[in-house]
T-cell receptor, first 114, second 110 residues
Framework: DTGVSQDPRHKITKRGQNVTFRCDPISEHNRLYWYRQTLGQGPEFLTYFQNEAQLEKSRLLSDRFSAERPKGSFSTLEIQRTEQGDSAMYLC????????????FGSGTQLSVL | EDQVTQSPEALRLQEGESSSLNCSYTVSGLRGLFWYRQDPGKGPEFLFTLYSAGEEKEKERLKATLTKKESFLHITAPKPEDSATYLCAVWGTSGSRLTFGEGTQLTVNP
């Protein structure tokens, strides 16, 4: 069991640049989630996939954010034209549908927008 | 919309000093309440799931309980290694995702 892995662990970018993060879930898990967490706050839901289908997106999610999960395996989260307010920890989690929503989280990607 | 409120925001204890963390929730229909532990710079780590009022679960020095409106995480005789942020989350019938509270930052001094 290799757990959920995220890459990179840290990303520093300049305002206006595009960034992409990758998440590799636990292999037998069919659900994959993206959350965002800022300092002192709990994780905030962004979007989730079941297999390759994106089933739900947060109403708060800007159209600068896009996520994909080709072939139902790994997922990418892209942020276009980054803003300073995008600075946060981006967490990926996976689960197996049908056994409750027990999520297994990765260690996250810490994004800093200068 | 599901909502979770945790209190206190921060708690400092001496080693061996027992206490409780509170999680109050509002949810359309509760399918599960979750407790996670988060260490600095890491993702949340699963602790417990509670499904119905009256249910209790224990793990080492931690015990989680659930009522129809809130959950408590009791910490008995804590040790410095229990220092972390404890997150509460609910899974409601409105969707297939967890809604988290803001967490309680616990510090246990030796």
């Amino acid at each position: 069991d290799t757990g959920v892995s995220q890459d990179p662990r840290h990303k520093i970018t300049k305002r206006g640049q595009n960034v992409t993060f990758r998440c590799d879930p636990i292999s037998e898990h069919n659900r994959l989630y993206w959350y965002r967490q800022t300092l002192g706050q709990g994780p905030e839901f962004l979007t989730y996939f079941q297999n390759e289908a994106q089933l739900e997106k947060s109403r708060l999610l800007s159209d600068r954010f896009s996520a994909e999960r080709p072939k139902g395996s790994f997922s990418t989260l892209e942020i276009q034209r980054t803003e300073q307010g995008d600075s946060a920890m981006y967490l990926c989690a996976s689960s197996f549908a049908g056994v409750g929503e027990k999520l297994f989280f990765g260690s996250g990607t810490q994004l800093s927008v200068l | 919309e599901d909502q979770v409120t945790q209190s206190p925001e921060a708690l400092r204890l001496q080693e061996g000093e027992s206490s409780s963390l509170n999680c109050s929730y509002t949810v359309s229909g509760l399918r599960g309440l979750f407790w996670y532990r988060q260490d600095p710079g890491k993702g949340p780590e699963f602790l417990f799931t509670l499904y119905s009022a009256g249910e209790e679960k224990e793990k080492e020095r931690l015990k989680a309980t659930l009522t129809k409106k809130e959950s408590f995480l009791h910490i008995t005789a804590p040790k410095p290694e229990d220092s972390a942020t404890y997150l509460c989350a609910v899974w409601g019938t409105s969707g297939s995702r967890l809604t988290f509270g803001e967490g309680t930052q616990l510090t246990v001094n030796p």
